[in-house]
């Protein structure tokens, strides 16, 4: 089946610093892939949509300047959490829609630990 | 209001029982609808989509209600490995014209030997 795939799987960073995180669709392509945040025992919160060849698009709530997003293939979206806090560290979940199944996969996840 | 309401649970029940979640939605405009699995810190798995004529795959039984805006998931005889959070999800159109999953904050379940 359709795979996802993220890295890194976890993380560990000093408050301040800058991490990224690589989503990648293994065997589709993938012009709309999607950003997730979960907190310990949350939902999964939608951060935002990446659409290759274009912007991101951001939810209400969430800094597109601290959280960058690039979607520079059909296979990989990147998002990366600039100046990191210690409040930003959560599990970092990403999907991408295989529009030929109309269908949605999710990536492993990425947990980030900001010290 | 939340967008997607589950009971958090747990739900703790010996093997073998039968279990059933519920899940309400508010926007009345939502389009599809599923049940996903989590496990301990892992991403959420599809288990299955929900119907408005109901859907069942082997132990597992899906409904959908429009009217009422609710959403059912029952598990027959469960199993160990039944024991994970169960998320509520629907979908909606954006803004950009493109679908989102809204995800329900998750039903855990804890199946016992």
């Known amino acids: 089946g359709a795979v996802v795939s993220q890295h890194p799987s976890r993380v560990i960073c000093k408050s301040g610093t800058s991490v990224k995180i690589e989503c990648r669709s293994l065997?589709?392509?993938?012009?709309?892939m999607f950003w997730y945040r979960q907190f310990p025992k949350q939902s999964l919160m939608l951060m935002a949509t990446?659409?290759?060849?274009?912007?991101?698009?951001?939810e209400q709530g969430v800094e597109k300047d601290k959280f960058l997003i690039n979607h520079a293939s059909l296979t990989l979206s990147t998002l990366t959490v600039t100046s990191a806090h210690p409040e930003d560290s959560s599990f970092y979940i990403c999907?991408?829609?295989?529009?030929?199944?109309?269908?949605?996969?999710f990536g492993p996840g990425t947990r980030l630990t900001v010290l | 209001r939340k967008e997607v309401e589950q009971d958090p649970g747990p739900f703790n029940v010996p093997e073998g029982a039968t279990v059933a979640f519920n899940c309400t939605y508010s926007n009345s405009a939502s389009q599809s609808f599923f049940w996903y699995r989590q496990d301990c810190r892992k991403e959420p798995k599809l288990l299955m989509s929900v119907y408005s004529s109901g859907n069942e795959d082997g132990r597992f039984t899906a409904q959908l209600n429009r009217a009422s805006q609710y959403i059912s998931l029952l598990i027959r005889d469960s199993k160990l490995s039944d024991s994970a959070t169960y998320l509520c999800?629907?979908?909606?159109?954006?803004?950009?014209?493109?679908?989102?999953?809204?995800f329900g904050s998750g039903t855990r379940l804890q199946v016992q030997p």
């Open positions: 999907s991408a829609r295989d529009q030929g199944r109309d269908t949605q996969y």
């Open positions: 999800v629907v979908t909606r159109f954006m803004d950009t014209g493109r679908r989102a999953l809204t």
């Open positions: 065997d589709f392509q993938a012009t709309t």
């Open positions: 990446s659409n290759e060849g274009s912007k991101a698009t951001y």
